[in-house]
């Protein structure tokens, strides 16, 4: 069964402390997207990345940083959480040109 | 203006009814998604189409390319199809989403 695994489904984060969200998927996908979800506003891409070392910016890519070592491992990284940044984050991969997507469980982290 | 529209945004059915989740997009794509999202987070791909109609069980999608307008259909509802229905348009190598109907489906 494919998957994509995020590390942690429920996060709680002080202002100001640096945030690691961890995305693995298990199906040689070269195209991995990390979203964020909040009410009212759907999902939004922040950034993605469509081969190791490389990444792009999505929509809303302030506040946010991402690292991908590895085919398999797309990290999101928050340099500096702030309250705005409590939210649902989503990770997902593709095969490529938009075909197959997969979703992470999603992480729903909260910043104090 | 959204370049992916939904409507309606919340619809609340009684079990049994027919129901209907409208898209409208306003950009070329290559293909859309729907999605059904259960309370908890996680995200399911329940169609990926480009042109016509595919079915699924009660699950049924159609797309109209040249209207840019496509619909979900749920036959003989029940309370288990609540969730958050998201469509999605494929553009290039990247998706973008309409903000989500919620479905409640009484008993």
């Known amino acids: 069964d494919v998957k994509v695994t995020q590390s942690s489904r429920y996060l709680v984060k002080r202002t100001g402390e640096k945030v690691f969200l961890e995305c693995v998927q298990d199906?040689?996908?070269?195209?991995m997207f990390w979203y964020r979800q909040d009410p009212g506003l759907g999902l939004r891409l922040i950034y993605f990345?469509?081969?190791?070392?490389?990444?792009e910016k999505g929509d809303i890519p302030e506040g946010y940083s991402v690292s991908r070592e590895k085919k398999e491992r797309f990290s999101l990284i928050l340099e500096s959480a702030s309250t705005n940044q409590t939210s649902m984050y989503l990770c997902?991969?593709?095969?490529?040109?938009?075909?197959?997507?997969?979703f992470g469980s999603g992480t729903r982290l909260t910043v104090v | 203006k959204n370049e992916v529209e939904q409507s309606p945004q919340n619809l609340t059915a009684q079990e049994g009814e027919f129901i209907t989740i409208n898209c409208s997009y306003s950009v070329g794509i290559s293909a859309l998604h729907w999605l059904q999202q259960h309370p908890g987070g996680g995200i399911v791909s329940l169609f990926m189409?480009?042109?016509g109609k595919k079915k699924h069980g009660r699950l049924i999608a159609t797309i109209n390319i040249q209207e840019k307008h496509s619909s979900l259909h749920i036959t003989a509802s029940h309370p288990r199809d609540s969730a958050v229905y998201i469509c999605?348009?494929?553009?290039?190598?990247?998706?973008?989403f309409g903000a989500g109907t919620i479905l409640r489906v009484k008993s």
């Open positions: 997902a991969s593709s095969v490529g040109e938009g075909w197959g997507y997969t």
């Open positions: 199906m040689d996908h070269e195209n």
């Open positions: 990345s469509y081969d190791v070392k490389m990444k």
């Open positions: 999605a348009v494929i553009r290039g190598n990247k998706l973008v």
């Open positions: 189409l480009s042109s």
